[in-house]
């Protein structure tokens, strides 16, 4: 399937591309390298410099090898396949192009010849295309067990003549005139393939024959090289391998399978030049270089499909015509230096190889022939070659003379020359036809495209003649309408003239109105001042407020610590005097107790002088026992009733003193409770003054942030207002000076209504400011007059709490003085039921009397003693009560200053706003410069439109009555005449 399709649509020539490595020159100049390789890309760069600057030409092949790449590789990767194909019946070429010396011989040929085979059959590094493909062959068919035949055949192509450089050595020692003449003819057989008559087919049986016929032909190449002064550079070499490989049918028949491989060493390319390629003048420069033009020509013709190929041009081309565009497959390798020096030759050949790229060919396999035809062939051949050589022997024959034999030959080789010349000439000069007859038919179809125009311009040319002489109707027309123009123009330009003159009055009213409002500009400006005049005293009595609130702030703080202080005072006082209590009570008590102790001890002396004297008595009054027992018992019952009494009344004592310490204590907690109240109240107090401080900070700050709000929002409108006026009169302005009619009156009202209007709002915002500012003021008096009764209310109480106290303090020092007094009373009756006792217990012994008397003395003056410690104890309390009171007082001084300084302050800040707000906060008074209201004489509507010119039907009509169009003569319009152009260019 793909073989058939491959065979209708062709294989393109495989282009290779191989870059040598640097040689030593080159690395010894150190030579810049131009050209890179991608072999995995396959891709050639090469760099150019063109006028200072790098350019990259990239080339594309279908493969790339570069300077690293070896033998070895080029060959696995690019010959193997080809060999392969040989082996199986196709024929095959690979060509070697490029420039002298970038290895096409030693990439085809190779070197270390001489090294021949390694010891196992391996070939020399350097070995090229040609051993490899012997070896590969012979590796091959070997491999197979195949039977075979390889012959090579090997020939150079010089100055269009062809040696054999496989020839035996005899030919090529005769003279170089012999030599001369064994040139070898090219003759067709038959097929449509070309042979070369003669040619020495050399069979090799192994692979390492090929390096001796390689050496042969390389030493023949040279001797002839030196013989006729030629260049390896300017030849050409063709090595070709034909392998016949016998194949078996099914059937038992025998087939020869025939395959051919061509390897061809091309000159250097040097020798032509790109344009040469397809310049036929070329020719003339010489045979020499023939082969390879021709080349170059067959493979334009090829890729630019070309009805004629000129492959019959030269004997390269007719030798491998097969393989350009014919059966065979084709492989190109192209070489190339990477030397900036070979930059030329390089570029060169890149645009050749890639160029070659597009032919295609038609490959087939070789027919297998039948052994038996073959063999009848082969039979033929050697009949042939017999009788030949029967003839030579025998003389039988033709025999002519050896000179004339060799003239004829030469006469009949030039014959035939002529004749090919003759073919290529016929060959051109048919292609000469076919362009002239092209040409002829071109002219033909040229003629009657001109004819056809011819025509048309006729025809245009009536036509033209038609619009000309309505032309010149029109241009009749066209004048009367002109002069109708003119008429309507001097009418139009009187109405301009009396249009100018009003504008000029319009123009010295719309000065005035521009005086006026520079004049209102000036109030504005005062204004301006005035508002910061106002911003400034506001600022000021802002800052004196915050200072006076200060100073306020600062003497509460200070009230409120002396405060504290007294209290502190007034607590310590009072602790002392509770301690003096105490202490009094205590002694008062061990006192009592001590008195009582003595009492009782006493009472126990009496009864034992009262158990002595009855005893005593009980001796010396025997007689009166029965009274003296009845008065004995009757005193006895009345010390007891005496004793019970004495201690009802002690008891009575101690429970008064016991009330009476009780009710101390009670006073005393009350004396703290009431502290404690006041200590809080005056807390309160000062808890308020500072809210109410608080409070006239806030509003203070209120007070500024309004002010600078204030200042704000006029500012703001002041801009605005500024702002608008200005686009307001620019637009106006424009306004007036295009209309020019009574926008000026609109306009002065307009500005006065926006002046008052943003007066008004300035005044209303002043005034909002002014109330606002009074509202706060007076807020603020109230806070003050509040907190003044507070103050005083406080300062009341103070006062009442401190007399209720010291009221209290009174009543507890009566009461206290009461209950001394009871008890003295209790005591004085006590002595006197003592003095009776006495009384009546004289009666029994003034002994006991004394010691009585002498015993209640001592009670007395003890109870003296108390009763004058009580007394200081009495006069203590009241030096701290008065201390207390005297604090107190001095609190309420204190708080009266207070309340003074307080008070002072409030109406001061009350004062300053009064200052500020009646004497420094200006209202805008009128400077009599502004502008006053004046109607401005303006022009109706109807004067103004009086001053129209007539409209331009009424003055065309006016035109037509007074010169008819019948009677209106066109005259020649002459430049002098016109009064001037209808249509004059504005500005
Ligand atoms: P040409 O036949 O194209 O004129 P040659 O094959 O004679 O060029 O090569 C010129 C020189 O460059 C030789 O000495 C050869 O050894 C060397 N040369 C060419 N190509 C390579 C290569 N790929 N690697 C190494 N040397 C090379
Ligand atoms: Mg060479």
């Not at 090929?210 to 013989?227: M, V």
């Not at 100018?500 to 400006?525: M, P, T, Y």
């Not at 007074?962 to 020649?972: D, G, L, V, W």
Request: hydrophobic share 35%.
């Amino acid at each position: 399937m793909s073989g058939r399709h491959e065979k209708e649509k062709g294989v393109n020539v495989q282009v290779l591309l191989r870059c040598r490595p640097s040689n030593e020159e080159e690395l010894r100049n150190n030579a810049p390298q131009v050209v890179k390789c991608n072999e995995y890309q396959r891709e050639v760069a090469v760099s150019q410099n063109i006028a200072g600057k790098q350019f990259d030409r990239v080339f594309t092949f279908d493969k790339v090898f570069g300077p690293s790449a070896q033998q070895k590789d080029l060959y696995e990767q690019a010959v193997v396949p080809i060999v392969n194909e040989v082996l199986e019946g196709f024929n095959c070429t690979i060509f070697a192009y490029g420039q002298t010396g970038t290895g096409k011989t030693y990439t085809m040929e190779g070197e270390c010849k001489r090294a021949k085979t390694g010891p196992n059959g391996e070939l020399p590094a350097g070995a090229g295309v040609i051993p490899r493909a012997v070896q590969q062959i012979f590796d091959t068919l070997e491999g197979q067990n195949a039977e075979y035949s390889v012959k090579v055949t090997f020939l150079e192509l010089y100055n269009e003549e062809i040696t054999d450089l496989l020839a035996p050595e005899e030919i090529s020692k005769v003279i170089l005139e012999e030599k001369l003449k064994k040139q070898l003819p090219l003759m067709e057989d038959g097929k449509g393939g070309v042979l070369v008559r003669g040619l020495e087919e050399e069979i090799v049986t192994s692979a390492s024959e090929i390096f001796t016929l390689l050496e042969r032909g390389s030493a023949k190449r040279r001797t002839a090289e030196t013989l006729l002064n030629k260049q390896s550079s300017r030849s050409h070499s063709l090595f070709t391998i034909t392998i016949h490989i016998k194949e078996a049918t099914p059937e038992g028949e025998e087939l020869i399978k025939c395959g051919k491989l061509n390897l061809v060493d091309l000159a250097g390319s040097e020798n032509i030049s790109r344009s040469g390629a397809r310049d036929c003048r070329a020719r003339e420069a010489g045979e020499i270089n023939k082969s390879l033009l021709t080349l170059g020509r067959v493979i334009t013709a090829l890729v630019e499909h070309l009805g004629h190929i000129p492959y019959r041009d030269s004997k390269l081309t007719r030798l491998l015509r097969d393989s350009l565009g014919g059966r065979t497959k084709t492989c190109i390798i192209a070489t190339v230096s990477p030397a900036v020096h070979c930059l030329e030759e390089t570029l060169s050949t890149l645009d050749y190889a890639h160029r070659a790229k597009n032919i295609k060919n038609k490959p087939e396999v070789n027919q297998k022939m039948m052994k038996s035809t073959l063999i009848k062939d082969l039979y033929g051949e050697i009949e042939r070659l017999k009788s030949e050589v029967y003839a030579a022997r025998e003389k039988n024959g033709v025999y002519i003379p050896k000179e004339r034999y060799y003239q004829e030959e030469s006469e009949r080789k030039a014959m035939a020359e002529q004749i090919e010349k003759m073919g290529v000439l016929l060959e051109t000069q048919q292609k000469q036809l076919q362009e002239l007859q092209d040409k002829y038919v071109a002219q033909v179809q040229q003629c009657s495209d001109l004819s056809g125009k011819l025509e048309m311009t006729e025809k245009n040319l009536n036509e033209t003649v038609k619009l000309l002489a309505n032309s010149e109707d029109e241009l009749k027309k066209c004048h009367y309408v002109l002069k109708e123009k003119e008429f309507i123009i001097c009418e139009q330009k009187k109405a301009e003239n009396a249009l100018a003159h009003e504008a000029c009055v319009l123009r010295s009213d719309l000065e005035k109105a521009l005086k006026d409002n520079a004049s209102l500009f000036q109030k504005i400006g005062r204004e301006d001042k005035l508002n910061t005049d106002n911003r400034v005293v506001v600022n000021n009595f802002q800052a004196e407020l915050a200072q006076q609130i200060g100073t306020l702030y600062n003497l509460v703080a200070l009230s409120v610590s002396q405060q504290n202080e007294h209290l502190q005072s007034v607590e310590k006082l009072c602790c002392s005097f509770t301690d003096i209590h105490d202490k009094a009570i205590l002694e008062m008590k061990k006192k009592v107790t001590a008195a009582r102790a003595l009492h009782v001890s006493h009472m126990e002396a009496v009864q034992n002088i009262v158990r002595l004297h009855k005893a005593s008595s009980n001796a010396a009054l025997d007689k009166i026992s029965s009274l003296a027992s009845s008065n004995a018992h009757s005193i006895e019952e009345f010390f007891s009733s005496e004793a019970s009494k004495a201690a009802s009344m002690f008891d009575d004592l101690q429970h008064s003193l016991a009330t009476h310490q009780g009710e101390m204590t009670v006073f005393a907690e009350e004396l703290r409770q009431r502290f404690h109240v006041s200590i809080d109240q005056t807390k309160d107090i000062s808890d308020y003054a500072n809210e109410i401080l608080d409070k006239l900070s806030e509003e203070s700050v209120r007070v500024q942030n309004h002010a600078v709000q204030a200042d704000e929002v006029q500012m703001k409108s002041i801009s605005s207002f500024q702002n608008a006026y200005e686009e307001q009169s620019m637009s106006d302005a424009e306004k007036l000076i295009a209309d020019m009619t009574n926008l000026v009156y609109n306009h002065v009202r307009r500005q006065r209504e926006l002046v008052d209007a943003r007066l008004l709002v300035f005044k209303e915002s002043a005034a909002v400011n002014k109330i606002f500012l009074d509202g706060h003021v007076s807020s603020m008096e109230g806070i003050t007059t509040d907190a003044k009764r507070k103050w005083q209310a406080f300062a009341i109480q103070a006062e009442k709490d401190a007399k209720d106290t010291a009221d209290y303090s009174v009543a507890k020092h009566c009461r206290t003085e009461e209950l001394l007094q009871h008890c003295m009373s209790a005591a004085e009756s006590a002595f006197k039921h003592y003095e009776i006792t006495q009384e009546s217990v004289n009666e029994m012994g003034s002994k006991h009397v004394s010691d009585m008397v002498s015993l209640i003395r001592n009670a007395t003056d003890s109870n003296e003693q108390h009763d004058a410690e009580i007394y200081r104890m009495s006069e203590q309390e009241q030096g701290i009560t008065r201390g207390i009171v005297d604090s107190i007082k001095a609190h309420s001084k204190s708080l009266e200053t207070f309340q003074d300084d307080h008070s002072s302050q409030a109406s001061s800040i009350k004062q300053r706003a009064e200052e500020t707000f009646q004497q420094r906060y200006m209202d805008y008074e009128p400077s009599g410069t502004t502008p006053i209201r004046s109607e401005q004489d303006v022009p109706s509507k109807g004067t103004i439109e009086l001053l129209r010119a007539i409209p331009m039907e009424a003055l065309v009509e006016e035109f037509r009555e007074n010169n008819s169009f019948e009677s209106f003569e066109p005259k020649e319009l002459k430049p002098s005449l016109i009064p001037r152009p209808p249509l004059r260019p504005i500005n």
